[in-house]
């Protein structure tokens, strides 16, 4: 690397050596869990709504364009786990082969991209975990009392609970100890995308029409009608996002065979089910809904009955998301404690580790420091305040996915791979290469522009911490 000083090159010496005796026993299967819990999310809920705005081709088409990039540039980024040096050295997170790649200014632009999107999108995981828990209670309810019924539930309340569980489980040191958490939650993804796609398959046979239209659902005026087909963009843009923790789950891995080579197996086969998934509920639903088809899925109350059903579809949506919330917010919490660190590497509140009996658990006991305590639980707590101040599940989604999409899954991976191959400025590949990126950059400002006027259409009717 350009410019280092002895000092620097001692520094990094040592953290190489920390790294090799960092135990990774991940495998292509606990990858493959990681990768579908961190996809499949938010994003499948909204689906069906997104099919609707854009219509019978471009719906589908916009699926699978999504998918076909994302896998693409998983690939790319896979690559740039061993950095190209004579040591092959690792780069344990996407900031350290921004790093090893390209210059300051892009590690700095990945920074604030990648943990203000991984932030970001522990407040969408707040919004949806709640909107599933106001859904079950307004289900009974209406199971009860008959779908004309005035039933209301406390979403600030219940989702101080959320906030509260997610407390408890930030205390958990690292990505890799929680494996088992993110383990039943690709399995609850899996459990209520089935229902949701059982529900949507169940209403088609019901009425027997093709719902639907090539162009999509009618609005008011055309500004309308661009806004919703943008929205639908960004929602299917968040709804494949995980490249923004790629590396961080690649790190998990053990080195043989070669991280790169399980962990592209590993994106081919998360990505590939999840676009089957994708695909299935969202045509399903637009047939059975048609331009009626709610924003939230199971929430949106297209299906009253059976209200079991319903009910257990939006518990797994609710422990889903408790798992994938700890996947993206592990990463924020070991960049922040590592700044820390090395900021006052001789401070007791920092570096001091207590440790409590715990049952149930491998050792029996979990240790922690003071300063995790602290620095994990106010996060939380500011995730979960931001959550209730705007509590907008289609408008945020789409936001996140327009923020995160261009520059964590197109540009980066994209400008990293030319460096790698030293790919020349002019040459065919390079001008492919740069139109894409121009590309996905139109796609994800417009996208952008749209989020945010819903976002403000959306504050002028709402109350502030009232879901």
């Given at each position: 690397m350009k410019g280092e000083t002895a000092v620097e090159l001692m520094e990094a010496e040592g953290a190489h050596h920390i790294d090799d005796a960092h135990e990774r026993q991940g495998s292509l299967w606990t990858a493959t869990a990681h990768i579908v819990t961190a996809i499949i999310g938010s994003g499948v809920l909204a689906l069906a709504w997104s099919v609707a705005q854009l219509g019978w081709i471009a719906g589908p088409v916009a699926l699978l364009g999504f998918a076909g990039v994302t896998y693409c540039t998983a690939t790319l980024l896979a690559n740039c786990y061993r950095s190209s040096d004579a040591c092959a050295s690792r780069n344990p997170t996407y900031m350290d082969a921004v790093r090893s790649y390209l210059g300051p200014r892009e590690v700095v632009m990945c920074g604030v991209a990648q943990y203000v999107n991984l932030w970001g999108t522990l407040v969408g995981y707040t919004i949806t975990a709640t909107t599933s828990m106001v859904a079950i209670k307004k289900s009974d309810c209406y199971h009860r009392d008959g779908p004309n019924a005035a039933c209301e539930a406390s979403g600030t309340l219940l989702m101080a609970v959320f906030g509260a569980v997610q407390l408890v489980l930030s205390q958990f040191p690292s990505l890799e100890k929680v494996t088992w958490l993110s383990v039943v939650a690709a399995a609850m993804s899996f459990a209520y995308s089935f229902v949701g796609l059982g529900l949507c398959i169940a209403k088609w046979a019901s009425h027997g029409d093709f719902r639907g239209a090539i162009a999509g659902s009618a609005a008011p005026s055309p500004t309308k009608k661009a806004w919703n087909s943008l929205l639908a963009l960004g929602n299917i843009a968040f709804a494949y996002t995980f490249a923004e923790i790629c590396i961080e789950i690649q790190d998990t891995l053990k080195p043989h065979p070669p991280e790169k080579v399980v962990m592209k197996r590993a994106a081919m086969y998360g990505i590939g089910v999840t676009t089957i998934f994708y695909l299935s509920l969202g045509c399903a639903g637009y047939a059975a809904f048609g331009n009626d088809a709610p924003g939230n899925i199971l929430t949106g109350f297209g299906f009253y009955e059976p209200f079991w059903l319903v009910d257990i579809g939006n518990m797994c949506i609710i422990l889903h998301l408790i798992g994938a919330y700890q996947v993206y917010a592990q990463p924020i919490f070991a960049a922040v404690e590592q700044r820390i660190s090395s900021q006052w590497p001789e401070n007791k509140f920092i570096d001091t580790v207590y440790t409590i009996q715990v049952p149930f658990t491998k050792h029996g006991y979990l240790s922690f420091s003071l300063s995790k305590l602290v620095l994990r639980s106010i996060l939380v707590l500011l995730t979960t305040l931001v959550a209730m101040m705007l509590p907008f599940f289609n408008a945020v989604l789409g936001l996140l996915g327009a923020f995160s999409f261009?520059?964590?899954?197109?540009?980066?991976?994209?400008?990293?791979?030319?460096?790698?191959?030293?790919?020349?400025?002019?040459?065919?590949?390079?001008?492919?290469?740069?139109?894409?990126i121009v590309l996905c950059l139109l796609v994800s400002v417009a996208v952008g522009i749209g989020s945010v006027t819903d976002i403000v259409d959306s504050l002028k009717m709402s109350t502030p911490f009232k879901l």
């Open positions: 261009w520059p964590l899954t197109v540009y980066f991976p994209v400008s990293m791979h030319v460096a790698q191959k030293k790919i020349e400025r002019g040459t065919a590949k390079w001008m492919a290469l740069q139109t894409l």
